[in-house]
């Protein structure tokens, strides 16, 4: 059984750095063909995606905010960890991890975690 | 950039009345190995979205086979055969070749 869960801080003031960690269980991210993206949603509006990770260290960033995210994994510990600088109210938003895998194709992000409400605020 | 364009905004149906929700990208999501990676998922209210559709047209484990998912080239059509209450929420479309990007949204409600 596949399982994400993310955690972090839930208020940071402008201009921080947030870091963010999701630990998953049920799979392996040196497994060739899996990767954990994570996802962010501002209150009451719409999905964007930010940032995934494969198992073979391949990253592929949001070309808009390609400049304020890195994202890394830690295979010993079953997780992946965002960092996102320079923070800004606009970033008020759920921050969700979730996997996806190859299955002959690449496959949507197939388990989610609950998600992470993070306020950006003074 | 990829731009994913959901129409409608929002859908009110009966329930056991048929939906529609339409999701045009700007760019075909159809890779060189002949697979489209087009998505669709649902956000249940208060909850996390769940993949219904992957590839266009196949349904993810446990999905009902009243959902089904069409399409090729940039226009793409989600249709729920016969609405139930369960099936409320925000439907997102979501392309998966060009890096990844979501479309705006549908929400659906019970009239």
């Known amino acids: 059984q596949i399982t994400l869960k993310e955690s972090g801080p839930t208020l940071v003031k402008p201009t921080q750095t947030l870091t963010l960690t999701c630990t998953f269980s049920g799979f392996s991210l040196p497994t060739p063909g899996v990767g954990v993206g994570w996802i962010r949603q501002p209150p009451g509006k719409a999905l964007e995606w930010l940032v995934l990770i494969y198992w073979n260290d391949d990253k592929y960033y949001n070309p808009s905010l390609n400049t304020r995210l890195t994202i890394t994994k830690d295979t010993s510990k079953n997780q992946v960890v965002l960092t996102m600088t320079n923070l800004d109210p606009v970033d008020t938003a759920t921050y969700y991890c979730?996997?996806?895998?190859?299955?002959?194709?690449?496959?949507?992000?197939?388990?989610w975690g609950q998600g992470t409400l993070v306020t950006v605020s003074s | 950039d990829i731009v994913m364009t959901q129409t409608p905004l929002s859908l009110s149906v009966t329930p056991g009345q048929p939906a529609s929700i339409s999701c045009k990208s700007s760019?075909?999501?159809?890779?060189?190995?002949?697979?489209?990676?087009f998505y669709w998922y649902l956000q249940k209210p208060g909850q996390s979205p769940q993949l219904l559709i992957y590839e266009v047209s196949s349904r993810f484990s446990g999905v009902p086979d009243r959902f089904s998912g069409s399409g090729s080239g940039t226009d793409f059509t989600l249709k729920i055969s016969r609405v139930e209450a369960e099936d409320v929420g925000v439907y997102y479309c979501?392309?998966?070749?060009?890096?990844?990007?979501f479309g705006g949204g549908t929400k659906v409600e019970i009239k």
């Open positions: 979730a996997h996806r895998r190859y299955i002959g194709a690449w496959g949507g992000f197939d388990y």
């Open positions: 760019q075909s999501p159809m890779h060189t190995d002949g697979k489209t990676y």
């Open positions: 979501m392309q998966g070749l060009h890096l990844l990007t």
